[in-house]
Structures are given as C-alpha cells and as structure tokens.
C-alpha cells in the first residue's frame, strides 16, 4: 500500500493552462503539505493543512489554490501556468502540524510539471 | 540569508569512510531539526531528527547538534555507494510553525 500517493506522476503543460495534481495519504495523519522542488533541488514549502484547514501559506502567487476535500486528500490547483512553474511538487503528510517537535513528514513520489 | 543552509557538494568519500554533512540556520527560535535523504529522481526519506544539544546515534548514522552555534551535522559511519544520495537538512520553528529545508548536499561514496 502506498503510504503517500499523487497524480499524475508527469505532466506536461502548454503555458496558460489550468492543472490540477492530487494527493492522497493513508496513514491517517492530520496534516498534509505541498512543497516545491526546483532546479536546483531547493524543496520549499508552499501550503500545510491540518484537518482540512490552512495553517501555512506561505508567499506563492495566487495562481496557485490548494483544495482540501478531507483530512486524508490535498489537492493543488494552478491557474494560468509559467514556465517558471516548471518544477518537481511534493506532498506530504504528518500526523500533527508542521511546528510539532519531531513531526516525521512522508513524502508522496512526487509530480514533475514542466510547462512549455 | 537563507534559513537553512547545507555546502551543495558533491562530497566524495571512499566506501568505508566517515561523511561528515553540515547545516547552519538562521532562526534561533528552532526547535527540531531533521536530515532526509534523497536519491536522485525520488522523495525525500527521514533518516533521523535531534531536537537536544548534544549527539543522536542511530545505526551508522549520527546526528550533531549545537544551538549555540547554530550548527547541525550528520555523520555517516562505514560509508556505502548506497548512502550516494543529496542529505536535505530541515528545520522547524515550532512556534510559528515554520519549517525550512536547505538545498542538500551531494554525496558520492566511491567503493
């Protein structure tokens, strides 16, 4: 069983677009986070909830909007992609808030985004 | 100034050998403090966190912390070509609950 799941794995954008990546945990855990990857290998967080609610938001454009259905589902939602949008993202997930002291994050595999 | 900050690398080690990874950070107020492993094209994984001043062993690694200097470091024991990986460093600062990670260190351990 897959602990930390997103979807899709690849995706592949036409600057402009509107896209969506999902994230699913099964581990019960009460928070879930959406970091971004670089280049450069900089991971940065970007959103943290903590049983559907944000409690990180971190400066990122607009364009982005992370949705939460329920505890266990983060999902992301990026309006009008960049090409500096181009990036690896992550989604993790803990089983208190980002601030808890020795809080273990387990990290989905990831979705790399490259816009064309 | 970057919160957290690692030598991007690469590192090279003989297989056998001791790797010594380094980390500053900027926030005083931090209060874990994380190393993960990366292999190329994959997630991060936890290796082992320390939030007390002093040394944290586990198997062949050990963790090294010194809040008065601001200094976290990892220690691979026996180093193995399968430790070759980027070691992300990370931080929280529990009350604002904010947590950082550096850019990673790449490790080369050549057998």
């Known amino acids: 069983d897959t602990a930390v799941s997103q979807t899709p794995k690849y995706l592949v954008t036409q600057m402009g677009n509107d896209k969506s990546i999902k994230c699913e945990q099964n581990l019960g855990h009460d928070t879930m986070y959406w970091y971004k990857q670089d280049s450069k290998k900089f991971l940065k967080i970007m959103f943290s909830y903590n049983n559907k609610e944000l409690i990180i938001n971190e400066t990122v454009p607009n364009r982005f909007s992370p949705k939460s259905p329920d505890k266990a589902h983060l999902n992301l939602h990026i309006n009008s992609l960049e090409l500096g949008d181009s990036a690896v993202y992550f989604c993790a997930s803990s089983q208190g808030g980002a601030g808890v002291s020795t809080d273990t994050q387990y990290f989905g595999p990831g979705t790399r985004l490259t816009v064309l | 100034q970057k919160e957290v900050e690692q030598n991007s690398g690469p590192l090279s080690v003989p297989e056998g050998a001791i790797a010594s990874l380094n980390c500053t950070y900027s926030?005083?107020?931090?209060?874990?403090f994380f190393w993960y492993r990366q292999y190329s094209g994959k997630s991060p994984e936890l290796i082992m966190f320390i939030y007390s001043n002093g040394d944290k062993e586990d198997g062949r690694f050990t963790a090294q912390l010194n809040k008065a200097s601001q200094y976290v470091s990892l220690l691979i024991r026996d180093s193995q070509p399968s430790d070759s990986a980027t070691y992300l460093c990370?931080?929280?600062?529990?009350?604002?609950?904010?947590?950082?990670f550096g850019s990673g260190t790449k490790l080369n351990v050549k057998p």
């Open positions: 990370a931080v929280t600062v529990y009350n604002f609950n904010k947590f950082y």
């Open positions: 926030d005083r107020g931090s209060q874990s």
